[in-house]
């Protein structure tokens, strides 16, 4: 069998080759082509091998590729989830906290190539379930059952610790040895404080020196050595960072020390003590590197944290699913479900899959998604998500979207994506890392020589403890941190809340919006019509005009067309065949039912066709707009036959959630393409000043441009095909989560519930999350601005006030946790 895949993620023949050898190594493949140009891969294979069988081999291979259907949308992995409460597995792919290479990910957690901090893992999306037999650890299976050794019921296997909780406990034990070695270190040091030193009873100042030097090499050459190294790459690279400044000062000062131990007459008297031997600096070196060990194993910690928002979501879905069967119900893994079929959710079961009731009726809790807390009534024919809980009812479902369509999954992608990104106030960040390190070794320098010819006895001694404070405080880190960390957890929280974040673009401008665009069909609308009446000319029920247009309309998605279809099934109407089916952008339907042209739409789709509308009709379908009702003229055969009149409640919220953003200064505008007397009923019951009827979708777009044109911070909220260009040409597309796929794809921003107040939630998540940011960059910048010339001795002069190199290392350390605190601080704020 030969099969076609989508494959995301080559760059260069080297990509291609890597891939086609990785897929070629399994050994039902007989033959793998990839074409980098159509971002796809050919697979001729003796046996059907599963997509995250192919995708796993990518990744033994040490290859982020991923590998898809032809036609979904693109993601990392397929997400399925494991039976775990608490999920502890990564994905083996690796990023940098500060994105100094973009969205670039890494197959190993060495260190980032540019700032050599530590790579975080990605949360693993795709989780699978394996069993094993208490009995018999050798049996593992994909699915649940019983072991066929001894018969006992299979138990799901623990999941690994992932690489960033084994990051965690790596530091926490070097952490422990530095502090083991580090203080006695330190304690010898500081005696010489202490009148009469009692420590040079036992031994010699110079014997104490050889104790400090054999103490400092584990922490040197074992628990710090990682620094160094770091620091080595940056220099070799280029690429200076924070540790390229620790490595020199704790470097310097450790072969300084090394160097007064084996030749102390090299230095002149004034590095000397009274007993002759040189100061060393054993003490300074190894508490700056344990302080600095302190902050990496911090930040460590909270890096999980703010990863939080998305193993919650991955907790979510079960693993497991009653499959309804002619021969009785059974328990099946939720991998094992298709498309069709019937799976009974017990009294509070979680649902396992996106789809609709079939059978029975009960309460479910959607607040995992949609963020609010009262559960919602659902009967047959309702749409229920994975991962939300059933009430205190059981019901039959069908599956409809599994795997990596369900609504659930989609939320987990895109805010896994979003985390990642940047947004364009980071770039200032960056342009001011990029001349950082440079710019405080030259004031390192500066401070040397200052020091060395202008610096009070011992002026030697001065000049190189300053200059290594300044070496050591500076801290291009805090800089680096102060954009990702705030985005990474304003996604989760938004997610959390039912408010999808695309991109740290869209947080960003959100907190600049001043114009909201606003549909009215199923945005500021229940988007459920209904079918109040279908009427002929002489204002009568006609069977036969209904058929003719829900079987025209059977095919479409539109939430009229569906409405009309539902009317048809009440009246127990037989649908018959629709050939050539159009839907005319702004206007409505045509095609041909039973060899008869057909046409339903507005007053310009009956332009467009030629119709003649009759004075009797056009007056009754007026008077039926002007009560807010939506109006459409039915054309068969090139005559107007009657009228259909359709229903939409405007939602609850609307009208709160508009009141609450214009208080917030935000211009609210309606653009529908229902008529102008709908449209006028619709703003006036919303106190909306501003509104534009019979729009197409190029008058909409048209509309934002000219706004965007002076200036204005365009949003746009919609939910329909129609929606699509606004919402890619508005600075911030928002779409309804009740909406079309397209509708979705279109948007920065995606509302999970599909209403209004959603837009308030994400207007306050944009500007909490632009303040945090702005906080975040305002502490690493008067931190730094105050704390290098503090370091180089600058309020001497006046005060007689130094900085220690070990209190500099504290504040640098610390500086970095301050900034993810700061950030973690989200996570309570109120939306």
Same mark, same amino acid.
């Given at each position: 069998?030969?099969?076609?895949?989508?494959?995301?993620?080559?760059?260069?023949?080297?990509?291609?080759?890597?891939?086609?050898?990785?897929?070629?190594?399994?050994?039902?493949?007989?033959?793998?082509?990839?074409?980098?140009?159509?971002?796809?891969?050919?697979?001729?294979?003796?046996?059907?091998?599963?997509?995250?069988?192919?995708?796993?081999?990518?990744?033994?291979?040490?290859?982020?590729?991923?590998?898809?259907?032809?036609?979904?949308?693109?993601?990392?992995?397929?997400?399925?989830?494991?039976?775990?409460?608490?999920?502890?597995?990564?994905?083996?792919?690796?990023?940098?906290?500060?994105?100094?290479?973009?969205?670039?990910?890494?197959?190993?957690?060495?260190?980032?190539?540019?700032?050599?901090?530590?790579?975080?893992?990605?949360?693993?999306?795709?989780?699978?379930?394996?069993?094993?037999?208490?009995?018999?650890?050798?049996?593992?299976?994909?699915?649940?059952?019983?072991?066929?050794?001894?018969?006992?019921?299979?138990?799901?296997?623990?999941?690994?610790?992932?690489?960033?909780?084994?990051?965690?406990?790596?530091?926490?034990?070097?952490?422990?040895?530095?502090?083991?070695?580090?203080?006695?270190?330190?304690?010898?040091?500081?005696?010489?404080?202490?009148?009469?030193?009692?420590?040079?009873?036992?031994?010699?100042?110079?014997?104490?020196?050889?104790?400090?030097?054999?103490?400092?090499?584990?922490?040197?050459?074992?628990?710090?050595?990682?620094?160094?190294?770091?620091?080595?790459?940056?220099?070799?690279?280029?690429?200076?960072?924070?540790?390229?400044?620790?490595?020199?000062?704790?470097?310097?000062?450790?072969?300084?020390?090394?160097?007064?131990?084996?030749?102390?007459?090299?230095?002149?008297?004034? +590095?000397?003590?009274?007993?002759?031997?040189?100061?060393?600096? +054993?003490?300074?070196?190894?508490?700056?590197?344990?302080?600095?060990?302190?902050?990496?194993?911090?930040?460590?910690?909270?890096?999980?944290?703010?990863?939080?928002?998305?193993?919650?979501?991955?907790?979510?879905?079960?693993?497991?699913?009653?499959?309804?069967?002619?021969?009785?119900?059974?328990?099946?893994?939720?991998?094992?479900?298709?498309?069709?079929?019937?799976?009974?959710?017990?009294?509070?079961?979680?649902?396992?899959?996106?789809?609709?009731?079939?059978?029975?009726?009960?309460?479910?809790?959607?607040?995992?998604?949609?963020?609010?807390?009262?559960?919602?009534?659902?009967?047959?024919?309702?749409?229920?998500?994975?991962?939300?809980?059933?009430?205190?009812?059981? +019901?039959?479902?069908?599956?409809?979207?599994?795997?990596?369509?369900?609504?659930?999954?989609?939320?987990?992608?895109?805010?896994?994506?979003?985390?990642?990104?940047?947004?364009?106030?980071?770039?200032?960040?960056?342009?001011?890392?990029?001349?950082?390190?440079?710019?405080?070794?030259?004031?390192?320098?500066?401070?040397?020589?200052?020091?060395?010819?202008?610096?009070?006895?011992?002026?030697?001694?001065?000049?190189?403890?300053?200059?290594?404070?300044?070496?050591?405080?500076?801290?291009?880190?805090?800089?680096?941190?102060?954009?990702?960390?705030?985005?990474?957890?304003?996604?989760?929280?938004?997610?959390?809340?039912?408010?999808?974040?695309?991109?740290?673009?869209?947080?960003?401008?959100?907190?600049?919006?001043?114009?909201?665009?606003?549909?009215?069909?199923?945005?500021?609308?229940?988007?459920?019509?209904?079918?109040?009446?279908?009427?002929?000319?002489?204002?009568?029920?006609?069977?036969?005009?209904?058929?003719?247009?829900?079987?025209?309309?059977?095919?479409?998605?539109?939430?009229?067309?569906?409405?009309?279809?539902?009317?048809?099934?009440?009246?127990?109407?037989?649908?018959?065949?629709?050939?050539?089916?159009?839907?005319?952008?702004?206007?409505?339907?045509?095609?041909?039912?039973?060899?008869?042209?057909?046409?339903?739409?507005?007053?310009?789709?009956?332009?467009?066709?030629?119709?003649?509308?009759?004075?009797?009709?056009?007056?009754?379908?007026?008077?039926?707009?002007?009560?807010?009702?939506?109006?459409?003229?039915?054309?068969?055969?090139?005559?107007?036959?009657?009228?259909?009149?359709?229903?939409?409640?405007?939602?609850?919220?609307?009208?709160?959630?508009?009141?609450?953003?214009?208080?917030?200064?935000?211009?609210?505008?309606?653009?529908?393409?229902?008529?102008?007397?709908?449209?006028?009923?619709?703003?006036?019951?919303?106190?909306?000043?501003?509104?534009?009827?019979?729009?197409?979708?190029?008058?909409?777009?048209?509309?934002?441009?000219?706004?965007?044109?002076?200036?204005?911070?365009?949003?746009?909220?919609?939910?329909?095909?129609?929606?699509?260009?606004?919402?890619?040409?508005?600075?911030?597309?928002?779409?309804?989560?009740?909406?079309?796929?397209?509708?979705?794809?279109?948007?920065?921003?995606?509302?999970?519930?599909?209403?209004?107040?959603?837009?308030?939630?994400?207007?306050?998540?944009?500007?909490?999350?632009?303040?945090?940011?702005?906080?975040?960059?305002?502490?690493?910048?008067?931190?730094?601005?105050?704390?290098?010339?503090?370091?180089?001795?600058?309020?001497?002069?006046?005060?007689?006030?130094?900085?220690?190199?070990?209190?500099?290392?504290?504040?640098?350390?610390?500086?970095?946790?301050?900034?993810?605190?700061?950030?973690?601080?989200?996570?309570?704020?109120?939306?």
């Amino acid at each position: 069998m030969k099969h076609t895949y989508k494959l995301n993620g080559m760059t260069c023949m080297g990509c291609k080759a890597n891939a086609e050898n990785a897929l070629g190594n399994l050994k039902e493949i007989t033959k793998v082509g990839a074409d980098m140009e159509k971002a796809e891969v050919t697979i001729e294979m003796s046996s059907h091998i599963p997509l995250e069988k192919l995708q796993e081999a990518l990744l033994k291979a040490g290859l982020h590729y991923t590998i898809e259907m032809p036609g979904e949308k693109h993601h990392h992995s397929d997400y399925e989830h494991s039976k775990k409460t608490t999920v502890k597995d990564g994905n083996g792919v690796f990023y940098c906290p500060m994105h100094c290479e973009d969205d670039k990910t890494y197959t190993s957690q060495i260190g980032c190539p540019v700032c050599g901090m530590d790579l975080v893992e990605q949360p693993k999306l795709q989780i699978t379930t394996e069993y094993t037999c208490p009995m018999h650890p050798e049996i593992i299976k994909d699915e649940p059952g019983s072991c066929p050794i001894c018969g006992m019921d299979l138990v799901p296997i623990e999941p690994s610790e992932n690489e960033e909780d084994k990051t965690y406990q790596k530091l926490l034990t070097k952490m422990k040895i530095s502090v083991l070695f580090t203080v006695p270190i330190f304690i010898i040091a500081m005696a010489d404080l202490i009148p009469s030193n009692p420590l040079t009873k036992m031994f010699s100042q110079f014997t104490w020196n050889w104790i400090q030097l054999i103490l400092s090499l584990p922490v040197v050459f074992y628990t710090c050595w990682m620094f160094f190294e770091r620091a080595y790459k940056s220099i070799k690279t280029w690429n200076l960072n924070m540790f390229t400044l620790i490595g020199i000062g704790t470097g310097i000062a450790w072969l300084f020390s090394l160097v007064a131990m084996f030749f102390p007459d090299v230095f002149p008297e004034q +590095f000397k003590t009274e007993s002759g031997t040189v100061f060393v600096y +054993f003490e300074a070196t190894t508490v700056i590197l344990t302080l600095v060990l302190l902050g990496q194993l911090l930040e460590a910690k909270a890096h999980s944290q703010t990863s939080g928002a998305i193993k919650e979501l991955l907790k979510l879905a079960p693993t497991e699913a009653t499959l309804v069967k002619e021969s009785g119900d059974e328990i099946i893994s939720i991998h094992s479900i298709k498309k069709g079929n019937l799976l009974r959710v017990k009294p509070g079961d979680k649902i396992p899959v996106d789809g609709k009731i079939t059978e029975g009726h009960s309460s479910i809790d959607e607040s995992m998604i949609t963020g609010e807390p009262i559960p919602v009534d659902k009967k047959i024919d309702d749409a229920v998500s994975s991962g939300t809980i059933n009430g205190t009812k059981s +019901f039959v479902m069908i599956a409809e979207k599994v795997g990596s369509e369900t609504l659930l999954s989609q939320i987990i992608h895109m805010v896994n994506n979003a985390s990642r990104s940047r947004a364009p106030i980071q770039k200032l960040a960056d342009k001011i890392s990029k001349y950082f390190v440079p710019v405080v070794i030259l004031v390192a320098t500066i401070t040397f020589i200052i020091w060395r010819y202008f610096g009070p006895e011992p002026a030697m001694v001065f000049a190189f403890v300053n200059s290594i404070a300044v070496l050591i405080i500076a801290c291009p880190c805090a800089l680096g941190l102060a954009t990702p960390m705030s985005v990474m957890v304003g996604v989760g929280k938004g997610a959390q809340n039912g408010v999808l974040i695309k991109n740290a673009e869209a947080l960003e401008n959100l907190n600049k919006v001043d114009v909201l665009i606003t549909d009215k069909t199923g945005t500021i609308t229940e988007g459920k019509p209904s079918v109040e009446k279908v009427v002929n000319t002489a204002g009568e029920f006609d069977e036969n005009i209904l058929q003719s247009i829900a079987s025209l309309n059977q095919y479409s998605e539109h939430p009229l067309a569906e409405a009309i279809v539902n009317f048809a099934k009440t009246k127990s109407i037989k649908l018959q065949e629709s050939k050539d089916f159009e839907a005319v952008m702004g206007k409505g339907v045509v095609g041909t039912v039973n060899g008869k042209k057909i046409a339903l739409g507005n007053k310009k789709l009956m332009e467009l066709v030629n119709a003649n509308i009759s004075l009797e009709i056009d007056t009754k379908v007026i008077s039926e707009q002007e009560q807010g009702k939506t109006v459409s003229y039915i054309l068969i055969e090139n005559k107007v036959v009657g009228y259909i009149t359709i229903t939409d409640a405007i939602k609850e919220t609307s009208k709160q959630a508009i009141s609450e953003l214009q208080r917030k200064g935000i211009e609210v505008i309606m653009l529908t393409g229902d008529n102008t007397r709908t449209a006028k009923y619709v703003a006036d019951q919303l106190n909306l000043a501003s509104f534009q009827a019979e729009c197409l979708p190029e008058d909409k777009l048209n509309v934002i441009k000219e706004l965007q044109s002076q200036g204005k911070i365009v949003a746009m909220a919609g939910d329909g095909i129609n929606d699509a260009p606004a919402l890619a040409q508005a600075n911030i597309g928002i779409a309804m989560g009740t909406g079309t796929d397209v509708a979705i794809e279109s948007s920065e921003v995606t509302l999970v519930k599909g209403d209004l107040l959603g837009i308030v939630k994400a207007i306050n998540l944009g500007k909490g999350v632009m303040k945090n940011i702005k906080q975040n960059l305002f502490f690493a910048f008067i931190y730094n601005i105050l704390g290098v010339p503090v370091a180089a001795g600058l309020l001497f002069p006046f005060f007689g006030i130094l900085l220690s190199p070990m209190i500099a290392a504290a504040a640098m350390s610390f500086s970095s946790v301050s900034v993810i605190l700061n950030s973690l601080r989200l996570r309570n704020i109120k939306l």
